[in-house]
Every structure is written in C-alpha cells, then in structure tokens.
C-alpha cells in the first residue's frame, strides 16, 4: 500500500470508537493553522516512515491508542499546499474509549457522531471532505 521511500508529509486516521469518531481539540494558538478547531489523530512525517506508521504513531503520542496497522481498512492520499498527505480510517470497538490516554497537544477529546463532524463548523474543513469521502465509499 504505502513505502518508507514515498513523498508525503503527513497522514491523518478517522478513528471510529463504535459509531462515534474520536476527535481532538486543536490548541487556540495564532501560531498554528485552525486553532480551536476539532481535529483526527496524525500530523507530519518523521524521517523514514511510512504513512502507515505516521498515522500510528501520531494516534498513539496524541491519544494513547496502541493500533496495529491491519486495522486501517481505508486509505486515500490526497494534495495539500504543504505535500501530499494520507488519510486513513479505523473501526475499533466503543468499549476502546477506555484506552485512550490524552496527550500534550491539544485542549482535549470527545466522542462525535461523523455526520455531526462534516457538519461542524469547527471541524478542519479538509478533513471534514475526506470523512464524507470515506463515508460515501463505505455506504455510511
């Protein structure tokens, strides 16, 4: 699916916790792009990895889920200004609420219905267009 060797610069995963998508809530700081706004797990590219493994180890620093990557049953990449980045998505049961561990990046976490996120109007426009995407191609 994916190669070390591959251009991108980051990658994004639509955890769904049950029927819910867990979400994150952006920082309010002027020095980052949307600040506030609710947010996926992922971010950028560390030297050498993978998308796969980008996705995973953002979700694991930002809320503690450990995932392994057969998990990840969707993918697309798409282009940002900044490079090309990857946006995946995961199902895990809504009992693994009780796992997720918040890290330091962030003003918290909730539970979302994902129709309610594409809706939101704080929701990251782009990643609000690749949920419905996803949502689409699973008949969601």
Not at 26 to 50: F, K, N, Q, S, V
Not at 66 to 78: A, D, K, T
Not at 104 to 130: I, K, N, R, S, T
Request: aromatic content about 10%.
């Amino acid at each position: 699916m994916t190669s070390a060797g591959e251009d991108f610069a980051g990658a994004k995963l639509a955890v769904f916790l049950g029927q819910n998508l867990l979400v994150i809530q952006r920082d309010d700081r002027p020095d980052i792009p949307y600040p506030g706004h609710w947010d996926l797990p992922g971010g950028g590219r560390e030297a050498g990895e993978t998308p796969v493994a980008c996705a995973l180890r953002e979700t694991r620093e930002e809320v503690g889920l450990v995932l392994p990557p057969e998990l990840l049953i969707w993918s697309r990449v798409y282009q940002r200004p900044h490079g090309r980045v990857w946006f995946f998505a995961a199902h895990l049961p809504a009992a693994a609420a009780g796992d997720i561990r918040f890290g330091d990046e962030g003003q918290g976490w909730a539970l979302m219905a994902p129709e309610a996120y594409c809706a939101h109007p704080l929701a990251v426009p782009h990643f609000a267009v690749q949920l419905r995407r996803y949502l689409e191609a699973c008949g969601g």
